[in-house]
């Protein structure tokens, strides 16, 4: 398997910043350029009005306690515990922590489990913003390969074996196995039994980060990570940056008792506000939450079918593109001999930019591919980037 360098703090934000990929990309106006790089939800799928219900509904009944200083609200801890029950996931209120989104969590974990010279295990092509912190504690990062239907769990098997005979145990597995960024990707059933078999057999935490999980276009997915161990072995990340609005930076983890509370003790600032904390719940809990889901597969599966039918029309024939059942992404695998930083720096000649595979590697690879994102742009845009980069694909060959 791969292994990537760990990075000083000078090669991690000079260097090697170009190597890991960019911290955060925001959108610019940028005259006609059409943009199919950023995974950021639809705005104009925000339910406003729900929220604004829900945020007058919590000022004329609790504004006293909402707007002084005090913890996250309880009432959400209970939300989150039966939102976990529903999926299968055994958890009490001492298993969750309310965090400013799941970023949030990411962010602390190298705080809790990584020393320099760690060993952590991540995805190759993954979501490098959860990675670079890893590296920025200094972790020595293991690349495990995702093909066509996510985590290869054989490799990861023979990883964790070369490692155990050296007397190492990594830190924890970090995987996006439900609609993966960048690659689309859903961990089969079997796979997924097999990898919380290996967290217990070789006593590995799994880090599932489960952003993207209700999104899905068709059928819902296999049993989450956490719902398949209840021996403390898998730590659930999950968002409501996806399902409801990111501006509102809220997020959880779900996992062992202990593991929660080390998060809290390294949550310095103390809790995520009584205020938005109650304004998510309220929304939520009378099922405003889960109408809104439905009407995002709906949204979102549209876009990714306009996205498919307008590759097919405007793209080479041997440039392969799977499918998505769920998420944001389509990922987009070129023919051998062709680099998606070149194709980029075409693409962009022809108004429209995307994410090359270089910036979803922690040990350089991926310029075999790219990533596209449905989520964030009008239909018309769709298509229209979609045969710009048909145009680039068209002068080089």
């Not at 939102?83 to 990411?106: D, F, K, W």
């Not at 922690?362 to 710009?388: C, K, M, T, W, Y």
Request: charged share 20%.
């Amino acid at each position: 398997m791969p292994v990537s360098s760990v990075p000083t703090l000078h090669e991690l934000y000079a260097g090697r910043a170009k190597t890991l990929g960019p911290a955060q990309i925001w959108p610019e106006h940028e005259g006609d350029l059409i943009t199919l790089a950023y995974g950021f939800a639809a705005p104009e799928m925000f339910p406003t009005d729900d929220l604004l219900a829900a945020t007058a509904e919590v000022l004329a009944e609790d504004a006293a306690e909402g707007l002084n200083y005090g913890p996250s609200y309880p009432g959400l801890v209970q939300l989150v515990v039966d939102r976990m029950h529903a999926q299968g996931t055994p958890a009490e209120p001492g298993n969750v922590l309310i965090a400013y989104g799941s970023s949030q969590v990411l962010a602390l974990l190298p705080e809790v489990f990584v020393e320099p010279g760690d060993t952590v295990i991540v995805e190759g092509p993954t979501f490098m913003g959860a990675v670079r912190h890893f590296a920025a504690a200094g972790a020595k990062l293991l690349t495990v390969n995702v093909d066509d239907y996510g985590l290869d769990v054989d490799a990861l098997e023979s990883m964790l074996r070369d490692l155990a005979k050296q007397g190492k145990r990594p830190k924890f597995i970090y995987t996006i196995p439900t609609f993966h960024n960048p690659s689309g990707t859903l961990l089969p059933l079997e796979r997924r039994q097999r990898l919380v078999e290996l967290a217990k057999e070789y006593g590995v935490l799994v880090v599932e980060d489960d952003a993207y999980g209700e999104l899905y276009f068709e059928n819902p997915p296999p049993p989450r990570l956490s719902a398949l161990n209840h021996d403390g072995w898998v730590l659930q990340v999950g968002t409501f940056s996806k399902i409801l609005a990111p501006g509102l930076r809220m997020g959880w983890a779900c996992g062992n008792h202990e593991i929660i509370q080390r998060l809290h003790s390294f949550k310095l600032e103390g809790s995520s506000g009584p205020y938005l904390t109650r304004v998510v719940e309220r929304y939520c809990a009378d099922g405003r939450l889960a109408r809104h889901i439905e009407e995002l597969r709906a949204a979102y599966r549209e876009r990714r079918d306009l996205m498919l039918a307008a590759i097919a029309r405007e793209w080479p024939k041997d440039v392969m593109v799977p499918k998505p059942e769920g998420g944001f992404f389509v990922w987009a695998r070129l023919p051998k001999g062709m680099s998606a930083t070149k194709l980029l720096a075409e693409s962009e000649k022809h108004g429209v930019t995307f994410v090359p595979g270089t910036h979803f590697y922690a040990n350089g690879q991926g310029d075999d591919a790219f990533r596209l994102s449905f989520s964030f742009v009008p239909h018309q845009q769709i298509e229209d980037g979609i045969a710009r980069i048909g145009a680039a694909f068209r002068t080089m060959v």
